[in-house]
């Protein structure tokens, strides 16, 4: 179990194997996450069933350039959120995965300065294909802003 020392994900073993190590490789190259100051929360990997399922949760908070002219969030920054959370659990097997298709459903909207944040957990995977939710929540009432389910690929050779 995590001692939470400076820079280790909650909830994960210090030694992580090799999948987490994949992951946490993936993010620290992701400049556009870093660029939309998206941190990441925790990435891990759940076994159901006997099948290794990724998980994860990123948060961001919506700055003066994110807001749209009504004044609210653009919905390609919420979208963003979930799309690199999406990517972490499709990660955090190990194996390189990439988007093949998604989908986001707006439920409320999020304002200058909330801090969003995104909960990923694979659903399924088949062959070299899965799906995972994401949901996007307020931090500070837990309202529900966006639903996104996302359809991923393992990379050739993955």
């Known amino acids: 179990m995590s001692t939470g020392a400076p820079g280790e994900t909650p909830g994960t073993d210090p030694s992580a194997p090799p999948d987490l190590a994949h992951v ?11 660029h939309l100051g998206i941190e990441l929360l925790d990435v891990g990997v759940e076994v159901r069933d ?6 994860a949760r990123a948060r ?5 350039t994110m807001v749209n002219g009504h004044d609210i969030a653009h ?21 390189p995965t990439v ?3 998604c989908d986001i459903t707006y439920v409320a909207a999020g304002r200058l300065e909330d801090v969003l944040v995104a909960e990923a957990r694979e659903r399924v995977t088949y062959g070299r294909s899965g799906i995972t939710d994401v949901t996007v929540v307020r931090q500070s009432d837990g309202a529900v802003l966006a ?5 991923s690929r393992v990379m050739a050779g993955g």
């Open 24 to 34: 946490r490789r993936m993010w620290a190259q992701d400049r556009a996450s870093a």
């Open 50 to 55: 006997g099948i290794p399922l990724g998980r």
């Open 60 to 64: 961001m908070r919506i700055r003066e």
């Open 75 to 95: 919905g390609g920054y919420v979208f963003a959120l979930a799309d690199s959370t999406f990517a972490l659990a499709c990660n955090a097997t190990g194996r």
């Open 99 to 101: 988007a093949a298709g």
């Open 147 to 151: 639903e996104f389910r996302g359809r």
